[in-house]
């Protein structure tokens, strides 16, 4: 069974910063993508960022220059640094996986971020 499991979310002050981490450790097949979305209540989820075997790293336009993405040489752990964070970053952040090939896309359950004023 997948289990993608977020952590490090939590409550910040208006540019702080947290780490999240995704782990990945029971997958048993190969991943062409890995990211991070958001949802903030009354929204839909939107792509924050995103890393793929060919290299490329893509972010939203909101986070860019703030948020950073990696991931471990496994392809078994996702992060994601987040700089100055500002109130519109509250939201659940979940992890996301893509399966190499069949183009599959696995969650995690999530973990809330909330950024005070």
């Known amino acids: 069974q997948v289990q993608l499991v977020e952590s490090g979310g939590g409550l910040v002050q208006t540019g702080g910063s947290l780490r999240l981490s995704c782990a990945a450790s029971t997958l048993t097949f190969a991943v062409s993508e890995m990211g991070w979305y958001r949802q903030a209540p009354g929204k839909e989820r939107e792509l924050v960022a995103k890393i793929t075997i060919a290299r490329t790293t893509s972010y939203a336009d909101s986070v860019k220059g703030r948020f950073a993405i990696s991931r471990d040489a496994a392809w078994r752990a996702v992060y994601l640094q987040m700089n100055d964070l500002k109130p519109e970053d509250t939201a659940v952040y979940y992890c996301?996986?893509?399966?190499?090939?069949?183009?599959?896309?696995?969650w995690g359950k999530g973990t809330l971020v909330t950024v005070s004023s």
């Open positions: 996301n996986v893509r399966q190499y090939r069949t183009d599959r896309y696995y």
